[in-house]
């Protein structure tokens, strides 16, 4: 991350969708990256269509994720805290975690669905 002096900043993430997913992508190698999410998967979701038509489909629009923690249930200004407890500090927070939605928090659970 230009401009942020010799040590590396940590960016939590929060929300391991589409723009949660690129911003962790884009600074992975400038800054210490936490992302997390409450599902253990990453959806493709313009594949989803394809997936109600073509169930077998969705093993390949339907990604693990398995380094992600876990939901969070609350933001200091300092610090997020996870359902799971962990509490972790940041430099720099991003909050993409889009809408509230009843998905499946598996991947197995999801691909059943189609
Ligand atoms: C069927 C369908 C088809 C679509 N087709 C297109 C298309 O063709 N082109 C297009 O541009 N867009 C399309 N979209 C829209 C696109 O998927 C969304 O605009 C995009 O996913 C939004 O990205 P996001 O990162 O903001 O949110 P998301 O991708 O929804 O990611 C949010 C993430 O935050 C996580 N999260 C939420 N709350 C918490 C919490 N408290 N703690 C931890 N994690 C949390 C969620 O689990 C989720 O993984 C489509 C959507 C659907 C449903």
Known sequence: MAGLGAEKKIVVVIGGGVAGSLVAKSLQNNA????????EYFEITWASLRSMVEPSFAKRSVISHS????????ITDTDVLTKKGSQIPYDYLVVATDHTQNSASTKT?????Y
Do not use: M, P, R
Request: glycine share 0%; net charge negative; no cysteine.
């Open 109 to 113: 659970e999801k691909i059943s669905q």
């Open 32 to 39: 210490n990256i936490f992302l997390i999410d409450e599902k």
């Open 67 to 74: 380094e992600y923690l876990s939901a969070v249930v609350n």
